[in-house]
């Protein structure tokens, strides 16, 4: 069974997370992450991008995809942060992750940016 995402795939998940991310954190659970992220941009940007993706210009469909696959990345990070060399490591992809995904989402959310997308 593979991720099913509108706005993310699931080479961009696993590669934030990591090459120690732990195995045990299903598919599953990480469709559920998407689905947790994908709904959170819309909500957040108070617009739906999973009904408009197709019609997206490339750069907001990689800006989202940043957003969402950064979202379920700091999930799956937490879920089990043993499965890192040491916990510190795991805190900081974390952090980084967070930052990236706050980034986007304020831009995302700015009414001047709902110009660009929409006539992207």
């Not at 080479?11 to 559920?32: F, P, V």
């Not at 990689?62 to 043993?82: K, N, Q, R, T």
């Amino acid at each position: 069974m593979a991720v099913t995402s509108i706005l993310t795939t699931e080479n961009d998940i696993d590669a934030k997370a990591g090459l120690d991310a732990s195995a045990s954190y299903t598919e599953t659970m990480k469709n559920g992450s998407v689905l947790r992220g994908e709904s959170m941009v819309n909500d957040f940007a108070r617009f739906n991008f999973s009904d408009a993706y197709a019609a997206l210009n490339a750069d907001v469909k990689y800006l989202i995809s940043d957003v969402v696959s950064s979202f379920v990345a700091m999930e799956w990070i937490a879920y089990d942060m043993a499965a890192y060399q040491s916990r510190s490591i795991a805190a900081d992809m974390v952090n980084r992750l967070r930052d990236t995904m706050n980034k986007n989402l304020s831009i995302l959310m700015e009414m001047k940016q709902k110009d660009f997308i929409n006539g992207a």
